[in-house]
């Protein structure tokens, strides 16, 4: 009876440890995998095919130049957070962002008319909501979550009015809001990561160029 019990306990050991190990090894396999599948982003096409648009934008490129000057300061400053979110600096990204906020309140919609005004009213609230979040949080975690809202914004206004000083890349991680993707504007071609900075910093593709 006692050699018995003895082999059933044996035996049940043998079975937890290799249940265990079995879970280990499938874990293991999972995180391999999930970063196999980020390495592989980093090594895809950089440019993004002649012509190609993302965003579709009215053009309001004839607006007045004021309008344009301030829309591409905010450019400006939303450039400088989104380096600082790549740099996973929550405290000067605070910072930033508070910058943001201020030039997208600089920006004067009262010489635009009808559909115009509509439209930069619509985006700087967009633009100004997502910074003032991103202003008063103290994590990363908070600030990414908004950065897409804000990218969006930014780009629309920067496309439609024409306030592009530089060529600008719109870019686009597939892995970043939980899967679902998402995007970002840069002044550099070459893939840095805001959504998870150094963790994947080459994870993403160009989408779009405004020149």
Same mark, same amino acid.
């Given at each position: ?32 995998? #999930? ?14 095919? =002649?012509? @190609?648009?993302?965003? !579709? ?28 979110? +790549? ?12 910058? +943001? ?7 004067? +919609? ?6 115009? @005004?509509?439209?930069? !009213? /619509? ?7 997502? %910074? =003032? ?14 950065? !897409? ?6 780009? %629309? ?6 306030? %592009? #000083? /530089? ?37 993403? =593709? #160009?989408?779009?160029?405004? #020149?």
């Amino acid at each position: 009876m006692l050699k018995k019990t003895f082999v059933t306990a044996a035996m049940a050991t043998f079975l937890f440890t290799s249940c265990t190990e079995a879970k280990q090894d499938t874990t293991a396999t999972a995180e391999t995998e #999930n970063m196999e599948r980020h390495e592989g982003m980093a090594h895809g096409e950089t440019t993004p095919a =002649s012509g @190609k648009v993302v965003v !579709e934008t009215p053009d309001y490129t004839s607006a007045a130049s004021p309008v344009k000057e301030q829309v591409a300061t905010l450019v400006n400053n939303y450039l400088k957070l989104k380096d600082k979110l +790549v740099a996973s600096s929550a405290q000067q990204a605070q910072a930033d962002a508070k910058a +943001v906020v201020a030039a997208a309140e600089k920006v004067d +919609v009262t010489a635009l008319q009808g559909e115009q @005004k509509t439209f930069a !009213e /619509e985006k700087l609230s967009e633009v100004r909501q997502a %910074a =003032s979040t991103m202003a008063g949080a103290t994590d990363l975690e908070t600030q990414r979550a908004q950065l !897409e809202l804000l990218s969006e914004a930014t780009f %629309a206004l920067t496309k439609a009015f024409g306030a %592009a #000083n /530089e060529t600008l890349y719109y870019q686009h991680c597939p892995m970043a809001n939980n899967d679902q993707g998402a995007y970002w504007l840069s002044s550099n071609e070459e893939i840095r990561n805001p959504y998870f900075g150094e963790k994947m910093l080459k994870c993403g =593709s #160009n989408e779009e160029v405004l #020149n």
